[in-house]
T-cell receptor, first 114, second 110 residues
């Protein structure tokens, strides 16, 4: 089954404790991205990757890191989480961002930083 | 900054009615306009999409209307059903970017 898998689904952590949210896709997609979803703000892109070893900042990259060492995996790293990073996070993958491209989303990770 | 402005933020429609969600964009380089549907606890999923060379696309009860000169497009849900209750996102694609609207929470009342 074609899918994007995120883990964990729920995470409660304390300020400053490093965490990683994993994302894996099995569709051989080149393009992967991370979004955060907050009420009234929609989906805001954090980072994206157009291929292995190629990553770039989205609209809200501060406080986040990513890596793309393999095509299928795109982990999101919060080295020193703060309460304003409490949010719902989605990983997405696609063959690109052009015409007729469908983005596939994971189930989401609800992060709470206390 | 490129934007896609989506309205309304929330919408309540009676069962059987027509739900209408509107989006406006600024960048004329956009060449693909998808709508995504998100149910609670799930990630968004592609619902329907349109290219700017057509003015309307219909799939079942869902229709996209596109006005290139006004740089606006809208989603119409005919005969709205309680199962359509979800958050809907419009988006615009072009120049290696996918820009999202802020989302509309749609509630269909039985």
């Amino acid at each position: 089954e074609a899918q994007v898998t995120q883990n964990p689904r729920y995470l409660i952590t304390v300020t400053g404790k490093k965490l990683t949210v994993t994302c894996s896709q099995n569709m051989n997609h080149e393009y992967m991205s991370w979004y955060r979803q907050d009420p009234g703000l929609g989906l805001r892109q954090i980072y994206y990757s157009m291929n292995v070893e190629v990553t770039d900042k989205g609209d809200v990259p501060e406080g986040y890191k990513v890596s793309r060492k393999e095509k299928r995996n795109f982990p999101l790293i919060l080295e020193s989480p703060s309460p304003n990073q409490t949010s719902l996070y989605f990983c997405a993958s696609s063959f690109g961002t052009g015409r007729d491209t469908e983005a596939f989303f994971g189930q989401g990770t609800r992060l709470t930083v206390v | 900054q490129q934007q896609v402005k989506q309205s309304p933020q929330s919408l309540i429609v009676q069962k059987g009615g027509i739900s209408i969600i509107n989006c406006a964009y600024e960048n004329t380089a956009f060449d693909y306009f998808p709508w995504y549907q998100q149910f609670p606890g799930k990630g968004p999923a592609l619902l329907i999409a349109i290219r700017p060379d057509v003015s309307e696309k219909k799939e079942g009860r869902f229709t996209i209307s596109f006005n290139k000169s006004a740089k606006q497009f809208s989603l119409h849900i005919m005969d709205s059903q309680p199962g359509d209750s979800a958050t809907y996102f419009c988006a615009a694609s072009g120049n290696y970017q996918l820009i999202w609207g802020a989302g509309t929470k749609l509630i269909i009342k039985p």
